[in-house]
């Protein structure tokens, strides 16, 4: 019976083809619209994470003041550092970090440049690779010796695609840096800023050669990498105590600082994305809703065109449960080709839009299945009530009509 029912279903989708397809637009569409919002949504998330990784493994940014900026808050000094690696556990390295920017001149070429200082386990802390060279030891540290890493944007920008920049020498302001090394492409950082666009150097070199200042509060901000597996929230409970103590903070005042915890960040960010995909998701699959009272509005009338069809089905000894299936399959039919168009045509919206937008195509089986599924059901839902309309006429009443 069920096999019959559907043949006489595809039989009239093909009969009337434009008002099949005209029906099965809104389903198209709502399916198309939840897959798309929620893959995009997918690969968003993971982007974040992916660039927020860029910045380092188990990281955690000491920084004065609350929130990004410092807003005139005390800086650190360099025996803060010393203080948070002896005295607190689950720390894998640490480094300084002093940031300033000036113009860097190589030959003709010269541009604006920000300038890191800091130690050798920065490196390893915030996930640099070397492309070319080496890194700075950490006895060019001790010493504040002239020698820099550069990263690629620089390297293209100065030295061009010819000039292997090892061993040679940028100036800025008064002194010059030997390029000792070069690092590795990253890319775009979690806040959109171009990671490849900086030179690191000893902090030491920028304190007494560039700003002139050899001790005292220069320190920016202090790069923690913790230990697999040790708890963050340890290490930024245990910093947070020992600089209010360091820095003379009282019982009843806020922080003047803050350490800012990336895979925090990347949660918080992420279940943010989460909930904003979900929201978009059921805005979109309220044009489901509108598909399915469509299918219902052409299943009423195509009972009424057919009543006579049906009258004579009934007379001939058709039950009432057979006329309601076949109406009922020929929405469902309707409905789950609606489904499978708006698959296809979400798969091809994704591989386009998440080039445009730079997210990864991450395709999730899962929710194409429950699209489906949920094509389907409003099939069900919207196509009963014609159904059933159908298989309650009279079939004397039914054979009078025209």
């Known amino acids: 019976m069920l096999f019959n029912a559907l043949l006489i279903a595809l039989r009239e989708i093909r009969r009337n083809l434009t008002r099949s397809f005209l029906t099965v637009v809104g389903i198209v569409i709502g399916v198309a619209a939840v897959i798309t919002m929620v893959t995009l949504g997918r690969g968003a998330t993971e982007t974040v994470r992916q660039q927020i990784a860029k910045m380092g493994s188990n990281l955690l940014i000491l920084r004065p003041g609350q929130g990004w900026g410092s807003w005139g808050a005390p800086q650190f000094f360099m025996t803060d550092v010393k203080a948070i690696e002896d005295q607190v556990p689950g720390i894998r390295a640490l480094a ?71 061993g040679e020498k940028i100036r800025l302001r008064s002194m010059s840096l030997e390029v000792v090394g070069v690092t590795a ?30 001790g005292g509060r220069n320190i920016n901000q202090v790069m923690i990498s913790g230990k697999e597996g040790y708890p963050t929230a340890h290490i930024v409970a245990d910093v947070s105590s020992l600089m209010r103590e360091r820095r003379n903070v009282a019982p009843n005042e806020e922080d003047n600082f803050n350490v800012f915890d990336s895979l925090q960040l990347a949660e918080v960010i992420s279940s943010s994305t989460k909930v904003m995909t979900s929201l978009l998701g059921a ?39 057979e006329v309601l299936w076949q109406f009922l399959v020929e ?47 409003i099939g069900i839902l919207f196509g009963f009530m014609p159904a059933r309309h159908a298989a309650s006429l009279d079939p004397i009443e039914a054979l009078r009509h025209e």
């Not at 009338?301 to 089905?313: A, Q």
């Not at 699209?371 to 059901?377: I, K």
Request: aromatic share 6%; charged share 15%; net charge negative.
């Open 96 to 166: 300084p970090l002093i940031q300033t920017n000036a113009p860097a001149v190589y030959q003709e070429n010269n541009r604006n440049t920000d300038i890191q200082g800091t130690t050798s386990n920065y490196f390893e802390i915030a996930n640099w690779v070397i492309s070319t060279g080496r890194i700075f030891t950490e006895a060019e540290v001790t010493e504040g010796a002239p020698v820099c890493v550069i990263g690629e944007t620089i390297r293209k920008e100065l030295f061009g695609e010819n000039v292997d920049p090892v």
């Open 331 to 377: 929405a469902v039919t309707l409905s789950c080709v609606g489904g499978v168009a708006g698959i296809i045509l979400a798969y091809i919206l994704c591989d386009v839009l998440a080039g445009v937008v730079g997210a990864p195509f991450l395709f999730d089986p899962k929710i194409n299945l429950i699209a489906f599924v949920f094509s389907a059901a």
């Open 283 to 321: 805005v979109a699959g309220v044009s489901l809703l509108v598909g399915g009272i469509g299918i219902m509005n052409i299943m009423l009338v195509s009972v009424t065109e057919r009543t006579r069809e049906i009258g004579i089905r009934l007379a001939i000894g058709a039950r009432a449960r």
């Open 185 to 214: 492409v990253k890319g775009q950082g979690g806040f959109g800023d171009d990671l490849d666009d900086n030179m690191i150097t000893p902090y030491t070199t920028v304190q007494r050669r560039l700003t002139g200042r050899g």
